[in-house]
């Protein structure tokens, strides 16, 4: 009886603790499980390092607490400690080559003191922990820190606790590492887009078969849809002007690039460069970056007009005089009425020559940066414009243009450069004049604005006027309006550009009203002198 009950017990017993061990097994195949099942929910390294503590404390029988550190430099970090934990004392950062951890790190090996009182390794640092267990955390045989489990029992801890913390920390490293990949590519992918997105040249993918794979908001403005609705269409399905880009080369090999003109209502000149996408194997698609060098093929076509022109506007004037002077010293004219007819021909031309001369040379020193050098003092503005109008007087009788001024007497003087202030007033006048057919009507005004210690002064015409697209840039340098209109002498696409900068080095603004065939009226302020 007593021998059976005796084997009853022992059989219990044995039943007990495989009941145990088959317990214990699922606890950490369950502990596994949910690490594995963490990692594919693509959890952020956070929260994937909670789950991994909580696990390992809930799967290690006796566990207290579970801690995870990860390496930073030279030191392990705690990035997360179990939530079972009564004490929520956070984990001290660790020095590597130190301690329990270090010994892990250093053998490579989960290290399990069953007393710290006898483990010389141990730094105590008075947080009750009586035996511990560390494993190294390792990804590709690189070490990246340490898991580890304590408790305040002595020898809480057996054989079969290391073997699985073993196993769990191979499968935390594991996850871990794939979390911050996914976490790096992430924050690369949020990188990339930003850059894409705040871009201001156009950037489009497209996939092998030139379907539009992505296409940046810089380049979906160009195409004036969103992005959204441009995706997925064929490149040369998609909406205007994006199936001109289909004219650069798209080469698997190399990176070809085309300069690409919208034509209407764009008007644009598009850089375009088109890289090929492959990976190893295969070509993937391509990549084109779209650069909008409307503005620089403008002024390229501006500077190289502007030489033209004023190579034929220093020509004219120096033919006139190399011809008169010619005249002149044949001694063939004779009577002295013509003689002073020629001699003044000769001096316009060379006021002219010396105009050009002049804003060349102004504008150069703008160009590179110099300030426009000024003889300021108190200035008469009826004077000033006397004089303007007396320089423009036979240029306006030749073309039968009538001059007038409306110039109040109260006008107080203005704080100016009488020199640079007539170059302004007689460039107004002057194409008032040109821009004026035969016949009609120039008008130089000048007015005290009350509001602001400025006096205003205008240059109207009954001209031909400026069309509203060319208006924002008519102060731009070497701009015309119509640059093959043959009537033209005397223009360089200079005089308003200098005009403007200097009225702005004066301290005032220069502004233009205008409609095509209506005339135009340029109106400038000085500020009013303040010396007696
Ligand atoms: P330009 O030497 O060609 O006259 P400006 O800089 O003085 O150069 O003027 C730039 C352009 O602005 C001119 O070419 C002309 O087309 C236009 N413009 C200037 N003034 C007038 C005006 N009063 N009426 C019509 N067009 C004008």
């Known amino acids: 009886m007593s021998l059976g009950y005796d084997s009853m017990r022992a059989n219990l017993f044995e039943s007990d ?22 990692l594919a929910e693509n959890l952020s390294l956070d929260q994937l390092l909670q789950l991994i503590v909580d696990e390992v404390t809930r799967a290690v029988p ?26 929520r004392q956070p984990s001290a950062a660790m020095r590597t080559g130190f301690g329990i951890a270090g010994r892990a790190l250093q053998l490579k090996q989960t290290q399990y003191v069953p007393d710290v009182r006898l483990d010389p390794d141990f730094v105590e640092r008075g947080t009750g922990i009586k035996s511990l267990l560390v494993a190294p955390l390792m990804a590709d045989a690189q070490i990246i820190g340490t898991l580890s489990v304590d408790s305040h029992k002595r020898r809480a801890f057996d054989e079969s606790s290391c073997q699985l913390l073993a196993l769990l920390a191979s499968q935390a490293a594991l996850a871990i590492e794939k979390a911050r990949l996914f976490e790096e590519t992430l924050a690369e992918k949020r990188r990339l887009e930003a850059i894409l997105n705040t871009m201001l040249d156009g950037v489009l993918m497209l996939d092998r078969n030139q379907c539009i794979v992505s296409i940046n908001p810089a380049l979906a403005r160009m195409a004036g849809q969103p992005a959204t609705q441009i995706v997925g269409a064929h490149l040369t399905a998609a909406p205007y002007p994006l199936p ?46 779209v650069h909008d060098v409307t503005r620089e093929r403008e002024l390229l076509q501006l ?23 010619r005249l002149l010293l044949a ?39 110099y300030q426009i050098e000024l003889k300021l003092g108190s200035i008469d503005v009826p004077q000033a414009a006397r004089d303007a109008l007396a320089r423009l007087e036979t240029l306006a009788r030749d073309k039968e243009i009538t001059l007038t001024a409306q110039l109040p007497d109260s006008l107080p003087p203005v704080r100016a450069d009488g020199r640079r202030l007539q170059q302004v007033l007689v460039n107004l006048l002057g194409n008032a004049i040109k821009y004026t057919p035969n016949g009609g009507q120039v008008l130089l005004s000048a007015r005290q604005i009350h509001a602001a210690p400025l006096v205003e002064i205008t240059v109207s015409d009954t001209g031909i ?68």
């Open 244 to 289: 001109l880009l289909a004219q650069v080369s798209l080469s698997e090999v190399e990176v070809s690039s085309a300069e690409i003109k919208t034509g209407a209502p764009l008007n644009k000149t598009l850089n375009v460069v088109a890289s090929p996408l492959h990976d190893s194997r295969q070509g993937l698609g391509h990549v084109l970056v």
């Open 303 to 325: 500077k190289s007009d502007f030489v033209a022109n004023v190579s034929h506007e220093l020509r004219t004037p120096l033919f006139a005089i190399a011809g008169f002077v």
């Open 465 to 532: 006027g400026i069309p509203a697209e060319a208006t924002p840039h008519l102060f731009e340098r070497y701009y015309q309006v119509d640059r093959t209109a043959t009537h033209k002498t005397n223009s360089t696409g200079l005089g308003l550009h200098i005009s403007r900068r200097l009225v702005e080095a004066l301290g005032g603004e220069l502004r233009v009203e205008s409609a095509p065939a209506r005339g135009s009226h340029f109106s400038f302020t000085l500020p009013i002198s303040t010396e007696r």
């Open 17 to 38: 603790a495989a009941l145990d061990e088959m317990q214990q097994r699922l606890r950490e195949s369950n502990a596994l499980f949910r690490v594995v099942q963490g």
């Open 331 to 369: 001694e063939q004219v004779n009577d002295e009425a013509t003689r002073r007819e020629f001699l003044s021909i000769i001096g316009q031309q060379t006021e002219q020559l010396t105009n050009i001369v002049g804003d060349l040379l102004d504008v150069s020193r703008l160009e590179a940066g």
């Open 62 to 87: 006796s566990a207290d607490k579970a801690v995870v550190h990860l390496l930073q430099g030279e030191s392990l970090e705690p990035r997360a400690l179990s939530r079972r934990t009564g004490d």
